[in-house]
């Protein structure tokens, strides 16, 4: 079955700090791979995605993530965490064909100041 | 553009009553995707449609859900009856082309007593 996998409900770090949100998936073919964002009371924004060419990808906001065909996995990273980066981010995966999107369970990012 | 509009933005109703959600997707984008986000069950695809037509709807929860996009630029998404289960977050989202960037609304809330 497709499906993505992110193993963290919540991470935490501390303001400065590097982080990694984590985020695997199970998909046949070669999906496109989506970060989004969601502050509280907004919808989902995006961020950053992943379709081919370079494993490291940058995104808005400082953000980036890279691509590992092996792991199957797409990791969220920034170098330095903003108390404002607080947030849920979603992984997301879409099908080859374009036919589905399927999107992981959300991992809540706390920075503390 | 004014991105994804979605109306109303929070809705009240009692059980047993009809419940319509309203999207208006960015212009030139071609494909319509429905979601419902719960803290139980996370974000969940209800259906989605590809240049008016609807592809997936093995989501919809029951035969009291219905959506319909009568033309590119608007759809809607109906409860009938409503039950207090169905309280959530309903979210619109649009893309250019299925399997592309989805451009997210800011949601209905949802709350059936």
């Known amino acids: 079955a497709q499906s993505v996998a992110q193993p963290e409900d919540q991470v935490n770090v501390a303001e400065g700090n590097p982080l990694t949100v984590k985020c695997t998936y199970s998909v046949s073919g070669n999906p496109y791979l989506f970060w989004y964002v969601q502050y509280p009371n907004r919808g989902l924004q995006f961020l950053l995605k992943y379709i081919t060419g370079d494993n490291l990808v940058k995104g808005s906001y400082g953000f980036e993530a890279e691509f590992n065909k092996s792991q199957t996995s797409f990791h969220l990273k920034k170098p330095s965490a903003l108390v404002s980066d607080s947030a849920l981010y979603f992984c997301?995966?879409?099908?080859?064909?374009?036919?589905?999107?399927?999107f992981g369970a959300g991992t809540r990012l706390f920075v503390k100041a | 553009d004014a991105g994804v509009i979605q109306s109303p933005r929070h809705e009240v109703t009692e059980m047993g009553q009809e419940v319509t959600l309203r999207c208006k997707p960015i212009?030139?984008?071609?494909?319509l995707f429905w979601y419902r986000q719960t803290m139980m069950r996370g974000l969940e695809l209800l259906i989605y449609f590809n240049n008016n037509v609807p592809i997936d709807d093995s989501g919809m929860p029951e035969d009291r859900f219905s959506a319909k996009m009568p033309n590119a630029s608007f759809s809607t998404l109906k409860i009938q009856p409503s039950e207090p289960r169905d309280s959530a977050v309903y979210f619109c989202?649009?893309?250019?082309?299925?399997?592309?960037?989805?451009?997210f609304g800011p949601g209905t809330r949802l709350l059936v007593l």
């Open positions: 997301a995966v879409t099908t080859t064909g374009g036919f589905k999107t399927i």
């Open positions: 989202a649009s893309s250019f082309e299925r399997g592309e960037t989805q451009y």
């Open positions: 212009s030139g984008h071609n494909s």
